[in-house]
């Protein structure tokens, strides 16, 4: 019973995802599962691709979000909700937000990109741009929450963030009960936690592997270092995947640490290749954070012995740089539209 001592380990079970998953019904989408037939036959297993990209909001964050707002009390709802966000997460509880009627503020650097920072304005949030990092747009939530009572809804390290991602994991096995391997985009752990707790209680032999990008990925040096540790930020293609894990880390490096089989590190050429292929041959739009686990695949990183089930996580990318990149391009740095 592995959900059971997840449970004792880190106060977040098996339970809480079933309990996100009747919560959301009906306020997020259950994103289609489709088998790649192209790369199936590519790499001789099938391989799957779980299309959370066309999730509400244009990322699975929609159901951390959601899950964590519908749970507030009425005293948390009159205060309204913040976060730090690189962008993603605060799109989506900012429409979380709107959807309950409660106020959100969205606190980021000035590191996101602009088709960001514009999407969760568009969604009625009072956006505040503070800094140059993850970290200090979190000073500027941690006064909101001191001064003026807001609850801090955070990206990946809070148990109703981590059980509503974790009910994409119970999709992806009840929808593909024989898949040996998942590969999940990884960056605070928010997302690859939940849906290692989901797939190893619904199968306990699945292999649950993150996947992340070479440049700066906090989470694998983490786990290289036994606690967590701080990462220099440096601009990837895999913007949604920038920041650290903090400190303090609550949940997400424990889980990790405990529930997932491998790591794995793609380059941004390889990013670039695996957004290319997706719009090439499968004529899909995903961005950098999520092609990676395309990437690991493509790039022979992932020991194949069954049907691979693959998340692509988002679908926000900037345009403009997603042409690019399609026409061939492979963008360094401030080309990935930073700054
Ligand atoms: C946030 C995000 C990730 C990483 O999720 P974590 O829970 O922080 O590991 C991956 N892909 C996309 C598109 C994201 O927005």
């Known amino acids: 019973m592995p959900d059971r001592n997840a449970a004792r380990d ?44 066309q999730q509400i909001t244009g990322s699975f964050k929609a159901r951390g979000a959601t899950n964590t707002v519908l749970g507030l009390s009425q005293a948390q709802r009159e205060a309204g909700v913040a976060a730090a966000s690189t962008g993603n997460h605060g799109r989506a509880l ?9 106020r959100a503020v969205i606190c980021m650097s000035s590191l996101v990109p602009a088709n960001k920072v514009e999407a969760v304005r568009a969604l009625g949030a009072d956006v505040r741009i503070v800094g140059v990092s993850q970290d ?12 003026e009572g807001m609850t801090n809804v955070a990206p990946f390290d809070m148990a109703g963030t981590i059980a509503g991602q974790g009910t994409l994991g119970l999709e992806m096995i009840e929808d593909a009960p024989d898949t040996e391997a998942l590969l ?15 797939a190893k209680a619904l199968n306990p ?19 290289a270092s036994g606690r967590p540790v701080e990462v220099t930020e440096v601009p990837s293609l895999a913007d949604s995947l920038g920041g650290g894990i903090g400190l303090d880390n609550r949940f997400t490096f424990s889980m990790v640490q405990r529930l997932v089989d491998d790591v794995v590190l793609v380059s941004e050429v390889e990013i670039a290749e695996a957004i290319r292929l997706a719009y090439m041959e499968l004529g899909e739009v995903i961005e950098g954070a999520a092609a990676v686990g395309m990437a690991a695949l493509a790039a022979g990183r ?10 692509l996580s988002g679908r926000n990318i900037d345009m403009a740089l997603h042409r690019r990149i399609v026409m061939g391009e492979n963008p360094d740095l401030a080309g990935a539209g930073h700054g």
């Open 94 to 102: 900012a429409y979380a937000a709107k959807a309950a009627g409660i």
């Open 205 to 223: 032999a699945v292999r649950v592997i993150g996947v992340t990008m070479e440049r700066g990925a906090a989470m694998y040096a983490s786990l």
């Open 136 to 147: 200090d747009a979190q000073l500027e939530v941690d006064r909101l929450v001191r001064d």
């Open 302 to 311: 992932i020991a194949l012995r069954g049907p691979v089930g693959i998340v």
């Open 10 to 53: 880190t106060d977040i079970g098996i339970v809480d995802v079933a309990a996100a998953r009747q919560r959301l019904a009906g306020h997020v989408r259950r994103t289609p599962m489709i088998e790649a037939l192209a790369l199936s036959t590519r790499h001789g297993v099938p391989v799957r691709l779980k299309c959370e990209h």
């Open 184 to 198: 999940v985009p990884l960056s605070g752990g928010g997302l690859l936690a939940g849906v290692a707790l989901a």
